[in-house]
Structure formats: C-alpha cells, structure tokens
C-alpha cells in the first residue's frame, strides 16, 4: 500500500444534497454541491442542531396559554420564522414539532383573546 489520502466510510451520504460520497477523500469536497466532506462528518457525528427560534416560539406558545394571552399571536409569528430557519436545513425533527406546538397553543391563546373581547362587546351591547 501506498500513502493513499483518507477515505470516507463506504455508506457516508452527503449532509446537503445526498450524493454518494463514498470513496471520496476526507479533506475533499461534494462533487455535486461543493459542501466540505469534513462538514457532512461534523454534522453526523454531532447531530442536527435544534432550532433556537422553534424553541422561542415554543416557549411563547407556553406562555400565552398559561399567563399572558397576547403573546398567542406572536406565538404564530414566531412559527413562520422557525419555519423559515428550519427549511434551510441542517435541524433536528424535534424543532418542526416545538414550532408546531408553539403554534397550536399560540392559536389557542389567540382563541382565547377572541372569546374574551367578544364577551367584553357583549357585555357593552347588553
Ligand atoms: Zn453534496
């Protein structure tokens, strides 16, 4: 043998556009898309990143629920942004579902707001 450069792992796919990098050197590049093969290792081994803004939403989702109503639209707001984040990839499934969570109790804070201001108009009208 002699000093062949480092090879990747036969079954190693790349992290951004799948493509076989199989036998490709360590130090190289993507033939498809150009991404470090060194950055498709990093992001196996070290997993997806989870989504700071999914959890912020998550978090206000919470919060219009259980303290503060009119924090529920900005709950909603919130979700297109980690939307947003989370579909130029590189993140973990577990933000796409506290987005979502953050939203569905950001509508139900909404909700709540809309049922308390049409008993407050009720109120006024009776
Ligand atoms: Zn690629």
């Known amino acids: 043998m002699q000093n062949a450069p480092p090879i ?4 190693m796919r790349c992290a951004q556009c799948g493509y076989d990098l199989s ?3 360590i130090g190289g590049v993507c033939a498809e898309c150009g ?11 070290q997993g997806l990143r989870s989504s700071g803004v999914a959890t912020t939403c ?5 919060l219009s629920i259980a303290i503060c109503m009119p924090l ?6 919130w979700y297109f942004r980690a939307m947003k984040e989370i579909g ?13 969570a953050g939203l569905i109790m950001g509508i139900i804070g909404t909700a709540i707001i809309a049922l ?7 109120g006024l009208a009776l």
Request: aromatic letters at 4%; a positive charge; hydrophobic letters at 45%.
């Open 8 to 11: 990747t792992p036969t079954s």
């Open 23 to 25: 036998g490709a050197a």
């Open 35 to 45: 991404l470090s093969v060194a950055e498709t290792i990093r992001r196996q081994t």
């Open 58 to 62: 998550m978090v206000l989702g919470i």
């Open 72 to 77: 529920g639209p900005i709950a909603i707001i």
């Open 88 to 100: 130029q990839g590189g993140y973990n499934d577990g933000s796409r579902s506290m987005a979502k």
């Open 116 to 122: 308390y201001a049409m008993i407050v108009l009720l």
